[in-house]
């Protein structure tokens, strides 16, 4: 038997919890790129979460992310400041990723995971609704 949505929603919403203590967890030991991926991943999560309430998900990052701003941002239901933390967070997550000679630092990943948590602080007071 399938869950409904908002089960969905808090199934997702757990899982950018789990993020965000990932995030906290690898900033503490000196590992700031993998800090830096979990808290993009609590942002993404979060956003997955909102979107599920209105029966949407995608396979890409950025349909998720497309989604969710013209949803959510654009109709100013979440504040549109939260589009600068989307932004900054993936472009994070892509260097960490992606760039062989990326030096994540201490200051970076600790802005990173405050506004992953304020993010998904956000986004769960409106799932919970």
């Known amino acids: 038997m399938e869950g409904s949505v908002n089960e969905l929603a808090e199934y997702r919403l757990t899982r950018a919890k789990e993020m965000l203590s990932a995030s906290k967890g690898n900033l503490e030991i000196g590992q700031y790129k993998t800090s830096l991926n979990r808290s993009y991943y609590a942002v993404f999560h979060a956003m997955r979460s909102a979107n599920a309430l209105k029966g949407f998900d995608s396979s890409k990052h950025s349909g998720v992310i ?8 654009k109709t100013e239901i979440l504040d549109r400041k ?48």
Do not use: M
Not at 66 to 73: D, I, M, P, R, V
Not at 100 to 129: C, H, I, M, P, S
């Open 82 to 129: 939260l589009a600068v933390i989307i932004k900054d967070s993936s472009l994070c997550r892509e260097k960490s990723d992606y760039d062989d000679f990326y030096v994540a630092g201490k200051t970076e990943a600790e802005e990173q995971l405050k506004n992953a948590e304020y993010f998904v602080q956000e986004v769960e007071k409106y799932v919970r609704r």
């Open 66 to 73: 497309a989604f969710f701003t013209k949803e959510y941002l």
